[in-house]
């Protein structure tokens, strides 16, 4: 069945420092989501890529869906404390509503 | 607009019970996902409803079962509770199914 999965698994950056995470998947996706979850609380939409090749940007977040539509990344600039959680990726299996999630990249910025 | 909201948000049971979560999705979206999200496992996909119908169903044992009610509202159902049910059960809505989904807090069930 589809995977997708992230890298890194874990990521702890001082603040101020740049932190990507790569989303992989074993198919092609029509679109992709991300997602962050903080300590305790529960999944945050945070943007929707359908184009290949698509750039989006929001503040410091710059979001990439690659040419083939199988994988993606999450590039943050500067990193602050409040971007602490764990970034999940999302796509749907081919032709359902089913959505396969990453398995997740958790991020620590120390101060 | 009120976001999702799921209850109970805690639930203790022993193994071979059930349990009936509910989720009521944000008002004017008509798709509900359930999902199952444990420490070894992640997030994985329960099943998805769209106007009372499943469209989609994950690779979880017949045990668990869901529904939705005409007015979007959405329950699950696990039956025959095992210690391995324990996780964060998390309901998710949307507009259509492929747009972006809008999480509530989640039940955490617990099986002891």
């Known amino acids: 069945g589809q995977q997708v999965m992230q890298i890194p698994q874990y990521q702890h950056v001082q603040e101020g420092e740049d932190f990507t995470t790569y989303c992989n998947s074993s198919?092609?996706?029509?679109?992709i989501q991300w997602y962050k979850q903080r300590p305790g609380g529960h999944p945050v939409f945070l943007i929707q890529l359908v184009k290949s090749g698509e750039v989006k940007k929001q503040k410091r977040l710059t979001f990439q869906f690659g040419e083939a539509k199988k994988n993606s990344s999450l590039h943050i600039t500067a990193t602050q404390t409040t971007d602490v959680g764990t970034y999940f990726c999302a796509g749907p299996s081919s032709g359902t509503y089913k959505y396969i999630f990453g398995t997740g990249t958790r991020l620590k910025v120390l101060a | 607009k009120a976001g999702v909201t799921q209850t109970p948000r805690y639930l203790i049971k022993t193994r071979g019970q059930q349990v009936t979560l509910s989720c009521s999705p944000i008002?004017?979206?008509?798709?509900v996902s359930w999902y199952q999200q444990t420490p070894g496992q992640g997030l994985q996909f329960l099943f998805e409803y769209f106007s009372e119908t499943q469209r989609n169903k994950g690779n979880f044992p017949g045990r668990f079962s869901g529904r939705q009610f005409s007015n979007s509202r959405s329950e699950m159902n696990v039956s025959t509770l095992e210690l391995g049910d324990s996780a964060l059960y998390l309901c998710a809505s949307s507009f259509r199914g492929r747009d972006e989904q809008y999480f509530g807090p989640g039940t955490r069930l617990t099986v002891t």
């Open positions: 198919t092609t996706l029509s679109n």
């Open positions: 008002s004017g979206h008509r798709s």
